[in-house]
């Protein structure tokens, strides 16, 4: 069955990066495409990004654009996001979700179990 | 980026039915059948249950339901149950610069 696997919280100095890693397994990795979620504490689901599975296309909100950097290791079958120049509005909880939009499909229909990033001097 | 519109929490007793209401735009839940449904209990990874507005993925209880008119998605739940407690997100595709677009998140209490 599909799983993804995230990498464990982490505890970020402000104007530090932090990078996620969601590891996929029971599909074909490169048949799909991710899209990373965040959640500040007590406020909504916010989409961050998407990179393709196909072609390894990223797009992003302007709110993390130039600092947000989406990558895939096709040979571990791991998703990555790097998220550069830290403020302490980025402490939040971090989902990869597995995204369909390259079939023309807008769903996320497994998720990972989340990364807790905290960012605190 | 402006997000979809869902109320704050919604209640109901065992057995009811209770709908949430997710309001876009014409450049979002209006203007395409992309409407996606997620319940999410705290700690847990959300889950899928209803994607492209009426769609069950497989092994979602068809006690959920979702439709959609003009620029509102909904979510009905029937036979509300104390599983049921959750928070609930809608999503929709957006031709905005961002390629998806989420609710704000509705709470659904059983009483």
């Known amino acids: 069955q599909v799983h993804l696997e995230q990498s464990g919280g982490e505890v970020v100095k402000p104007g530090a990066s932090v990078k996620v890693s969601c590891k996929a397994s029971g599909y074909t990795f490169t048949s799909y495409g991710f899209s990373w979620v965040r959640q500040v504490p007590g406020q909504g689901l916010e989409w961050m990004g998407w990179?393709?599975?196909?072609?390894?296309?990223?797009r992003s909100t302007q709110k993390v654009q130039g600092r947000l950097t989406m990558t895939t290791d096709t040979s571990t079958s791991t998703a990555y996001m790097e998220l550069r120049n830290l403020r302490s509005d980025d402490t939040a909880l971090y989902y990869c979700a597995r995204d369909n939009r390259d079939y023309g499909h807008y769903y996320f229909d497994y998720w990972g179990q989340g990364t807790l990033v905290t960012v605190s001097s | 980026q402006s997000g979809l519109t869902q109320p704050a929490s919604v209640s109901g007793s065992p057995g009811q039915s209770i709908t949430i209401s997710c309001t876009g735009t014409?450049?979002?839940?209006?203007?395409?059948?992309?409407v996606s449904w997620y319940q999410h209990h705290p700690g847990k990874a959300p889950k899928l249950m209803i994607y492209d507005v009426s769609n069950r993925p497989s092994g979602v209880s068809n006690r959920f339901s979702g439709s959609k008119s003009g620029n509102t998605a909904s979510l009905t739940i029937s036979g509300l149950q104390a599983e049921d407690e959750a928070d609930y997100y809608c999503?929709?595709?957006?031709?905005?610069?961002?390629?998806?677009?989420f609710g704000g998140g509705t709470k659904v209490t059983v009483l």
């Open positions: 999503s929709s595709y957006t031709t905005s610069s961002t390629l998806a677009v």
């Open positions: 990179i393709s599975g196909y072609n390894g296309n990223t």
């Open positions: 014409s450049s979002d839940v209006g203007g395409y059948k992309y």
